[in-house]
């Protein structure tokens, strides 16, 4: 069985440097109400099925017939079993929420680390 953590790290990383950045410009750019997080829902949702179907055609290449990570023949509205409306969805949902909710808080609860301290923990992760 293959890992899937490439496809999941990678859409985190996409979060990070692509979708919340798209966040606050839409934020600055719409008018006050619900358009930004609309319009960040259909982009987000957009932006997770792009990635699903280029990893899919790259990583979850069928060995005899067979999709080694993920298949959705079966389910309504699917593209080569590669995505589905159903997952689309859910991952555009989840995207949102972690564009809105999760990433603007973790970037607060960095911010209260002390630099010198951020610096030793950088460190360890790319060592470790």
Do not use: H, R
């Not at 055609?57 to 080569?80: E, H, I, K, Q, R």
């Not at 409306?85 to 990433?103: D, I, P, Q």
């Amino acid at each position: 069985m293959l890992n899937p953590f490439f496809v999941y790290g990678a859409a985190f990383v996409v979060i990070g440097l692509l979708l919340f950045p798209i966040k606050n410009l839409l934020q600055a750019k719409l008018p006050k109400g619900p358009w930004a997080l609309i319009v960040s829902f259909l982009v987000n949702t957009a932006v997770c099925a792009a990635i699903e179907l280029i990893l899919g055609f790259t990583c979850n290449v069928p060995v005899d017939g067979v999709y080694p990570l993920w298949d959705y023949s079966d389910m309504a509205f699917n593209f080569m079993g590669q995505i589905c409306l159903l997952n689309t969805t859910f991952f555009g949902f989840m995207a949102t929420l972690m564009t809105w909710l999760v990433y603007p808080a973790m970037e607060k609860l960095f911010a209260k680390i002390p630099k010198d301290i951020m610096n030793i923990i950088t460190v360890v992760v790319i060592v470790f």
